[in-house]
């Protein structure tokens, strides 16, 4: 099996050259890395120069911005039976491709693998929805985040596979384009599977220590994409408007209340505000 690695950057350097270090150190020959290039000033041209004899490398300088929209012009130029759309800020084990193929190649029907997400150089989890057992899942327990998913090409239904370029960074709403895609492939019936095994490394962002800036301009995200559903009369939906209007936030909350810590409570306060606000706000 033949992966391919599409990787939209925008802004960084040094994160992206300890990227393709990690894409170098891998144990599974058979892959390919597209970067799609948002810099206006060759950024990184020397960067990706380094790499150039290591393994099949593109790299694709375009000249408009956001996030889902370079991913989604990236899988035109792809190969690879599986396909997954790595952080520009994150970090493959060694092992992260052998096992991926491993587990398309055990598992005939699986059209969907979701790794987990790992603080740096570390074992604890990092951002996404992690678990510690390893489980088939539907669109009522969504997995992973945008940068762990892998996607078997010739298992899933291709018009369903593209990325809403209304959600991602430098889009009309910042997050929700990994979830976005996600709920609507497990809709369309695509297996999926979840394993931690497979770790992949990115900074932990998404904690209430780190302000509340950050959780109100991504949780707009949440609440369109919400809302995208809701406007197809998908009523499946309903358990996520319940879920993440009102009963995880009201409750996160509440313990924040409990254990008198104030900058919790602002982070949760400022995350319903945003999935609110994307809710309200969402035309497409």
Same mark, same amino acid.
């Given at each position: 099996?033949?992966?391919?690695?599409?990787?939209?950057?925008?802004?960084?350097?040094?994160?992206?050259?300890?990227?393709?270090?990690?894409?170098?150190?891998?144990?599974?020959?058979?892959?390919?890395?597209?970067?799609?290039?948002?810099?206006?000033?060759?950024?990184?041209?020397?960067?990706?120069?380094?790499?150039?004899?290591?393994?099949?490398?593109?790299?694709?300088?375009?000249?408009?911005?956001?996030?889902?929209?370079?991913?989604?012009?990236?899988?035109?130029?792809?190969?690879?039976?599986?396909?997954?759309?790595?952080?520009?800020?994150?970090?493959?084990?060694?092992?992260?491709?052998? +096992?991926?193929?491993?587990?398309?190649?055990?598992?005939?029907?699986?059209?969907?693998?979701?790794?987990?997400?790992?603080?740096?150089?570390?074992?604890?989890?990092?951002?996404?929805?992690?678990?510690?057992?390893?489980?088939?899942?539907?669109?009522?327990?969504?997995?992973?985040?945008?940068?762990?998913?892998?996607?078997?090409?010739?298992?899933?239904?291709?018009?369903?596979?593209?990325?809403?370029?209304?959600?991602?960074?430098?889009? +009309?709403?910042?997050?929700?384009?990994?979830?976005?895609?996600?709920?609507?492939?497990?809709?369309?019936?695509?297996?999926?599977?979840?394993?931690?095994?497979?770790?992949?490394?990115?900074?932990?962002?998404?904690?209430?220590?780190?302000?509340?800036?950050?959780?109100?301009?991504?949780?707009?995200?949440?609440?369109?994409?919400?809302?995208?559903?809701?406007?197809?009369?998908?009523?499946?939906?309903?358990?996520?408007?319940?879920?993440?209007?009102?009963?995880?936030?009201?409750?996160?909350?509440?313990?924040?209340?409990?254990?008198?810590?104030?900058?919790?409570?602002?982070?949760?306060?400022?995350?319903?505000?945003?999935?609110?606000?994307?809710?309200?706000?969402?035309?497409?």
């Amino acid at each position: 099996m033949n992966i391919s690695l599409v990787l939209a950057t925008l802004g960084r350097d040094k994160e992206l050259l300890a990227f393709l270090d990690s894409a170098r150190q891998q144990t599974y020959p058979h892959f390919e890395v597209i970067i799609i290039d948002q810099n206006q000033d060759g950024k990184i041209d020397g960067i990706v120069a380094q790499f150039k004899s290591c393994f099949e490398l593109r790299h694709i300088k375009v000249n408009f911005t956001g996030n889902a929209r370079a991913r989604d012009y990236g899988i035109h130029f792809a190969k690879g039976d599986i396909i997954a759309f790595p952080d520009d800020d994150c970090a493959y084990d060694t092992d992260v491709l052998a +096992k991926v193929a491993a587990e398309f190649r055990q598992r005939k029907d699986l059209a969907i693998l979701v790794a987990g997400s790992y603080d740096l150089a570390s074992s604890r989890f990092s951002i996404g929805v992690n678990s510690h057992k390893a489980h088939y899942f539907s669109r009522f327990q969504m997995m992973g985040v945008e940068f762990t998913q892998f996607f078997a090409l010739n298992r899933l239904d291709r018009r369903q596979f593209y990325l809403d370029h209304d959600f991602g960074i430098g889009s +009309k709403y910042s997050g929700g384009e990994g979830f976005e895609l996600l709920y609507r492939l497990l809709r369309a019936g695509n297996p999926a599977f979840y394993t931690p095994a497979i770790k992949i490394y990115h900074p932990d962002k998404d904690h209430y220590r780190l302000g509340t800036a950050r959780m109100l301009m991504y949780s707009t995200g949440v609440g369109a994409y919400i809302r995208k559903f809701a406007n197809q009369h998908d009523v499946f939906i309903l358990y996520y408007i319940l879920r993440k209007m009102f009963v995880a936030p009201c409750v996160k909350m509440g313990l924040a209340v409990l254990l008198l810590n104030r900058k919790r409570l602002a982070y949760d306060f400022y995350n319903l505000v945003g999935v609110w606000r994307g809710f309200l706000t969402y035309h497409g």
